[in-house]
């Protein structure tokens, strides 16, 4: 079963406007939750985490969302760049225990010039 | 620090031949894991090891999979008997046991293809 979605394989922004991409998941057990980018040939980075004592965290041009009643997460980017051009992938993880990552499917975002 | 580093970055082998992937976290990081990425999906986690004790396994770890850090050093991954299903992209990350907020460092990952 897919406990961590992310519906949309696919995004395509306008340099300089706002991209969002979003995430939805089963588990309430999960209580960390992390956005990785990911170039080609390349491994995936980390980007911003959010706790899930918190509903929004902010790193720069990144804020992540978090709505617990909903189990959804939505990352935004603004403004949108070209090198954020990229695989986005959501992940959630359990604090206790071996902290392993569960991810989505990952969305591919293309910001045109 | 030049961050996680695996071993081969590419790997092609004949379906029934075995493989072994390693991987060298950074170095002060007592966690490992390793995961394996299939195309159009995100990683899967594989196992984890805290220093050299291996914790954790999948149950996509089948038999003919074995991993090992020994001297919780360097990890390796060893595949027997490959299959065609086997083909994929492995990934190893590295993180320490106190701050888990600023997620794992991954390694470029070791893409094998079994013909």
């Known amino acids: 079963d897919q406990q961590v979605k992310q519906n949309s394989p696919s995004l395509s922004v306008q340099e300089g406007r706002i991209s969002i991409l979003n995430c939805d998941y089963t588990?309430?057990?999960?209580?960390?939750f992390l956005w990785y980018k990911k170039y080609p040939a390349e491994g995936p980075t980390f980007l911003i985490s959010?706790?899930?004592?918190?509903d929004k965290n902010e790193d720069g041009r990144f804020t992540v969302f978090l709505n617990k009643s909903a189990k959804h997460l939505s990352l935004h980017i603004v403004p949108s760049q070209p090198g954020d051009s990229a695989v986005y992938f959501c992940a959630a993880s359990a604090i206790q225990g071996a902290q392993k990552l569960v991810f989505g499917q990952g969305t591919r975002l293309t910001i045109n010039p | 620090d030049t961050g996680v580093s695996q071993d081969p970055r590419h790997k092609i082998t004949k379906r029934g031949q075995n493989v072994t992937f390693r991987c060298d976290p950074i170095?002060?990081?007592?966690?490992l894991y390793w995961y394996r990425q299939t195309l159009g999906q995100g990683p899967e986690f594989l196992t984890y090891f805290q220093n050299e004790a291996q914790l954790e396994k999948s149950r996509l770890l089948s038999d003919r999979f074995s991993a090992e850090r020994p001297k919780g050093s360097f990890s390796t991954l060893e595949i027997q008997r490959t299959e065609q299903g086997d083909s994929a992209m492995y990934l190893c990350?590295?993180?320490?046991?106190?701050?888990f907020g600023y997620g794992y460092t991954f390694g470029s990952g070791t893409r094998l293809t079994v013909v």
């Open positions: 990350a590295s993180g320490p046991t106190e701050v």
């Open positions: 170095s002060e990081h007592n966690r």
């Open positions: 959010i706790s899930s004592i918190k």
């Open positions: 588990n309430s057990m999960f209580d960390y």
